[in-house]
């Protein structure tokens, strides 16, 4: 088939044009054979795959090869990725033509009927000049080829440690790339790497907690806020400052680095530079965070704290919580991501000069809705910026419209930065492994009046190269279940509660079978009697019989996590409602539910009284009186950083220091359980009776600097 309609436009294969009225528009043979593919499944959708496989046997192509041929025919329609009026997307799947297509139609008429007017004796100098056109954007697009998506054709490493490395930003000359090396649990180091000759080396003095670096425009300088003390890997104790340091001088020796702006009842983050004397940031105290700017003369970059520099307020945030902060020099505009507290995120657009703002909502594709944190920043040759989450990359446009670029890798993606030209992009990239061990607790006969008492044994059960975590012990059954990446996505396996002691080996069974490219399993809680799964994907409930079938529970809200199995198969859950984060006690049969708390919170749990305990953002464990946390006797102070448990009238928890407490709820006295010498992390499930629990150790975590490139 030479020829066909699509809607009005006439397709001309053979001359790889398409025509509507006198307008002609070249393109590439490959773009149209897309075309042709979706028109010969009018109405239905083919996978990417199917078109790859096609369009491109045999061969590998850039990931996002496809999307840019569906961008240019989308232009050609007068079609665009927002309306889709004649191509659709479904995401992470492929694509399908929803125009009307005719393969009967006249050269002498157009799909409606309306006359397609006769070419004139100038025609063919017009179709020359439209000829002419499309070889010169050809040349362009070969010459440049991130002008229609992002330079990802290629992949190299630039950092091979072993150690962690995050938040890479190029220098505003785009001759250096300035990141974080980790050299213990939570402390860091900043570090170069010249491009010209891949040379390293150590730009601080000493050791930190250093936040993302951020160039001066002159590539002189760096700034960036350092968390003032480390505790344990979990928490950083300290509060956040503001530091600088020259990177002229640390060219030739690391520099110890200088104090600009000192925490106290504020602290400080996100901080970029807009000009050479001039910072902005997040200033927070409480719940209250404000942007701020900093003017700076070379006394107070020389001499730090001694000289303080003058600041003012730029913006303060009401409802919203912001958590990434960047500045386009270009278009003196900055942009902060910000969610509220039903979860919804968006952006805010800022002139740092005149105070001009304007709020945009994020068109997030379906399968990230429950994604709320997407660290953006921005492109130096386009008018968006770039984040990445899992193994994507999105460009996010000032409508608030984005575009993913999935990669296809099972590593995930962080801190994308691109470079001052558009033609390479770098980013953190790695993985993190996380396995499922048991501990077993017994009394001590010969210790009984010692301080320790307890004797404790830990094994772990399940492990592999990526994340397992959340696991279960089944009730009145002799298995667990958790929750693994190990197939390619967050699913729920079965297994048995114990190593095979002669393989060593303990079979899992992957239960749930969620399409990897459309949700994952965030959380689960096994029903009262043990004989189905209860789990959240897309922020909806699903149940799960053990013969693997799904069943969706509609509610009125959106689910954030499961809490807690209550008596008659009610659920302790967070969720979504009315455009507020809410604890509630929902009925999994009649439907009914409960309001508990309205409020941010971390983790719950309700007693046999209906008693409701909270850990708030901060951790601290409260109890809920009259709508609000307070503080409870004999737990005053207490973080639990991990989740805590109500078993038999007690409450279970693992503080900072990695002990482990007994709270009676009824005399309101707090005892020592054991004190693990191992840390387990995260406990996942607990089980008095039998002295045993389950929990999730990190065993590892790999990242590294890589560049993309065409």
């Not at 350092?226 to 505790?231: A, Q």
């Not at 699903?542 to 959106?558: A, E, I, R, V």
């Not at 007693?607 to 305990?613: A, C, G, R, S, W």
Request: one cysteine or more; charged letters at 20%.
């Amino acid at each position: 088939m030479n020829e066909f309609f699509v809607d009005k436009f006439r397709v001309d294969m053979g001359r790889s044009q398409i025509i509507a009225q006198d307008a002609i528009v070249s393109m590439e043979p490959k773009v149209l054979q897309v075309l042709l593919i979706l028109a010969e499944n009018q109405g239905q959708v083919v996978s990417h795959q199917d078109i790859l496989n096609k369009v491109w046997p045999d061969v590998q192509v850039a990931p996002n090869a496809l999307q840019r041929c569906v961008a240019q025919l989308r232009k050609a329609f007068n079609d665009d990725a927002k309306s889709q009026k004649v191509i659709a997307t479904h995401p992470k799947i492929g694509y399908s033509l929803i125009a009307n297509v005719n393969w009967q139609g006249q050269l002498s008429q157009s799909r409606g009927g309306e006359p397609i007017q006769q070419k004139n004796s100038n025609s063919w100098r017009w179709g020359f000049v439209a000829l002419s056109m499309s070889f010169v954007l050809l040349l362009l697009y070969v010459m440049n080829p991130s002008t229609n998506g992002l330079p990802l054709t290629h992949l190299n490493a630039l950092t091979t440690t072993d150690k962690k490395e995050f938040s890479p930003t190029f220098s505003p000359d785009g001759q250096t790339i300035a990141f974080q090396r980790y050299v213990g649990q939570c402390k860091n180091q900043l570090w170069a790497l010249d491009l010209k000759d891949n040379k390293e080396y150590l730009i601080t003095k000493e050791a930190g907690i250093y936040g993302t670096p951020s160039w001066s425009p002159d590539s002189s300088q760096l700034a960036f806020s350092s968390v003032t003390r480390c505790g344990q890997e979990r928490e950083l104790r300290g509060c956040k400052d503001i530091q600088t340091i020259s990177f002229a001088l640390a060219k030739s020796s690391p520099q110890t680095t200088r104090q600009l702006l000192r925490c106290d009842k504020q602290e400080y983050s996100a901080v970029v530079w807009l000009s050479n004397e001039k910072l902005a940031f997040f200033a927070s105290e409480g719940e209250q965070t404000q942007l701020m700017s900093m003017s700076l003369t070379h006394s107070d970059i020389t001499k730090g704290p001694q000289a303080p520099p003058s600041v003012e307020t730029l913006y303060e945030f009401s409802d919203y919580r912001p958590y990434s902060l960047a500045y386009s020099g270009h278009l003196n505009q900055l942009a902060i991501m910000q969610h509220n507290p039903a979860r919804d995120s968006s952006m805010l657009l800022l002139n740092p000069d005149d105070g001009a703002i304007e709020q945009v909502e994020l068109d997030i594709p379906e399968e990230f809705n429950s994604h709320i944190y997407w660290n953006a920043n921005w492109h130096p040759q386009k008018n968006n910026l770039i984040s990445a989450t899992g193994s994507s990359f999105f460009e996010i446009e000032l409508n608030g419209k984005m575009v993913e670029y999935p990669i296809p890798t099972f590593q995930g993606l962080h801190d994308p930065y691109v470079h001052p030209d558009g033609s390479r992009i770098i980013a953190a990239m790695g993985t993190y492994d996380m396995d499922i061990g048991s501990l077993q607790w017994q009394l001590d006969p010969d210790n009984a009046t010692k301080k320790e008492q307890f004797t404790f044994s830990t094994e772990i059960i399940h492990r592999s190269i990526l994340p397992e975590r959340n696991a279960q012990y089944q009730p009145n059954g002799e298995q667990i279940a958790f929750i693994s990446r190990r197939s390619g996505s967050n699913q729920i396996w079965l297994a048995p509660q114990s190593v095979d002691n002669q393989t060593g080996e303990n079979q899992a069974l992957q239960l749930s079978h969620l399409l990897a490219d459309k949700s994952d399993v965030k959380t689960f809680i096994w029903s009262i009697d043990g004989k189905f799964i209860i789990y959240i994907a897309r922020r909806a409930l699903q149940l799960l019989n053990l013969d693997g079938q799904t069943h969706t529970l509609s509610t009125p809200f959106k689910v954030l996590d499961i809490y807690q199995r209550l008596a008659g198969e009610r659920l302790l859950l967070s969720v979504i409602h009315e455009k507020k984060v809410k604890i509630i006690s929902f009925d999994i049969n009649s439907g009914e539910y409960q309001e508990l708390y309205v409020g941010s919170n971390k983790w719950a749990q309700l007693t046999h009284d209906e008693v409701l305990y909270v850990t708030n953002e901060k951790n601290l464990l409260g109890q809920v009186i009259n709508g609000e946390i307070q503080d409870v006797k004999g737990l005053e102070g207490v973080k639990s950083w991990a989740r805590f448990y109500y078993r038999d009238d007690q409450l279970v928890i693992l503080d900072d220091d990695n002990k482990l407490w007994l709270y009676d709820t009824k005399s309101q006295i707090k005892s020592l359980l054991l004190e693990a010498k191992d840390s387990f992390k995260l406990i996942s499930d607990i089980d008095l009776d039998n002295h045993r629990l389950l929990f999730s150790k990190g065993i590892s975590a790999k990242k590294e600097i890589v560049m993309f490139y065409e």
